[in-house]
DNA sequence: TCGGATTACGTGCACCGTAATGATC
DNA sequence: GATCATTACGGTGCACGTAATCCGA
């Protein structure tokens, strides 16, 4: 069998021209390199190279060799990646969500379950999850609509919903509710990781009027140091967060609210279905 | 990179389940196979086996490492005789024909513009001479129907004309010409080598009534011996061969007269021309 | 006690580098 | 005299084997 440290040469040479440059691009003597060519041959059974004494070119079964080589080398390379890829796929769980909140409860629940394993998050939207589920680069998703296709076990997670909160003195302060359009004219304090509400806040608000930043600490001080609205959720609102200093109104639409689903794939429905009784018993005691 | 002596022990291993017949199968102490395998795992960066202090199993990505491995050895070992392969192609020219008398006049004519190659000849039916053609077991092939085929380079080479000889006093020794129908009735001399001519026999004769050698100096003994009719042809008697005891009778019908034609690949047009027109002007001399 | 893996240690070969030689421009 | 391949020779790393140890049926 041909060693692959023979096939690594002979596509330095064919890539170099010369023996020489190849030995250089290898860290190798010329000598070394001449030999293991030689050597090569001998291997195949066959002459890969026209000698001129001072020149060697590849003949037309060494251009032949050479695809081989190419070939095998990349498949080599493949399973260096690949493998080291895999196990790393055998040792963590990727979550993705589409919402930050369901991915939160969620993830204690799997670390729990798996806790050899490493627990990796990522926010995404519903079309990305999915196909990330397919592909392997996902584990669990959590959706917010509920997913076609066969290939898939879904289950119903838990709902969530949107609520404004304002400064006491604010025009809208008074209300029982408000809609998206009443809130149209405002400044509204967000921060940028909250998965598909986002998409929900372009496209129902001012995005001009959004003030976003990327980090929650960030959010936490100007909400603390100005009187700007800002989101809240019922769930979030259940974990104790809440300022007494503001009103906190619902916001009565569809778009406001929303459904989780957790997701994976059939064929691994088994491996995790301790992950998914286990969200819908702590579903249940909350409530 | 991964040597392929690794991914040998490695798919060994799996074969075998224990280190210890795959170190017997590979000629090689266990404690070099052990120490291979921690090998492969260093640099493969990741755990292959589950280690119990007496019993080494695959994990998961071992498994899925030992598929890796297995392709490669098998591209590795098609790469080694793919090459031989490919070489001793580089260094033959491969001629199939349909009949003895043509693939004879041509090889001599084949060889003399192809010195350094080997010529290889060989006696098959038109059909598989076409597939052989177009998977490159023969560079040149001899027909007697002119082939379809855009990818096909074809050009006529030359007649041939079936006789009959017969002793003197033989029934139908005073007959200008005799038909296959005539023949039917008597015991003919043949030799296996004859290509398509043999299903024409076998067709047109009473196959019962052939009696066929495997080696042609068989058949001249035979010749000689007995008063048996055999066949001959125009372009073997053209050659010197005729025996002035017996009487030579042409077979009036079309199943007894050929037309050959010298077909190669398109793509190898170029490369045999030489054969093509060498083979043309020999024919026209002949004339 | 046997099957099977690992550790420890010494050895040889195969691959490597340096230096010299050869060949072509 | 450059450039580039090959031959010659001496060194070394590494894969191997032997022997010893360990562990579980």
Not at 168 to 175: Q, T
Not at 252 to 256: F, G, K, L, P, S
């Given at each position: 069998m041909i060693e692959i440290y023979l096939l690594e040469q002979l596509a330095a040479v064919a890539e170099h021209g010369t023996l020489l440059k190849a030995a250089e691009v290898l860290y190798l003597s010329q000598p070394a390199l001449s030999r293991s060519m030689k050597k090569l041959e001998a291997e195949l059974g066959v002459s890969l190279f026209d000698r001129d004494n001072s020149k060697i070119t590849l003949n037309k079964t060494g251009q032949y060799a050479v695809e081989y080589a190419r070939r095998i080398l990349e498949l080599d390379r493949e399973m260096c990646e690949g493998v080291a890829d895999f196990d790393r796929r055998q040792r963590t769980v990727s979550v993705g969500a589409c919402a930050p909140f369901p991915l939160g409860e969620l993830t204690p629940v799997i670390q729990e379950r798996f806790v050899e394993m490493a627990v990796t998050t990522e926010l995404s939207d519903d079309e990305k999850l999915l196909s990330g589920l397919r592909n392997r680069s996902y584990q669990l998703v959590i959706l917010h609509e509920k997913p076609e296709g066969r290939d898939l076990f879904c289950q119903h997670y838990l709902e969530e919903k949107l609520f404004i909160v304002l400064p006491?003195?604010?025009?809208?302060?008074?209300?029982k509710s408000v809609t998206f359009d009443d809130l149209r004219e405002y400044k509204v304090l967000l921060v940028s990781s909250i998965g598909f509400w986002m998409e929900i806040c372009r496209k129902r608000l001012d995005p001009e009027k959004l003030i976003v930043q990327n980090n929650m600490d960030a959010l936490l001080e100007l909400i603390e140091a100005s009187t700007l609205p800002h989101f809240t959720s019922d769930r979030i609102m259940e974990r104790g967060f809440s300022n007494p200093d503001r009103v906190t109104i619902p916001i009565?639409?569809?778009?406001?609210k929303t459904t989780y689903y957790i997701a994976c794939l059939n064929s691994e429905k088994k491996k995790y279905g301790a992950v998914f009784s286990a969200a819908r018993e702590a579903v249940l005691r909350g409530m």
């Open positions: 006491k003195d604010h025009p809208l302060a008074k209300r009565e639409e569809d778009d406001a």
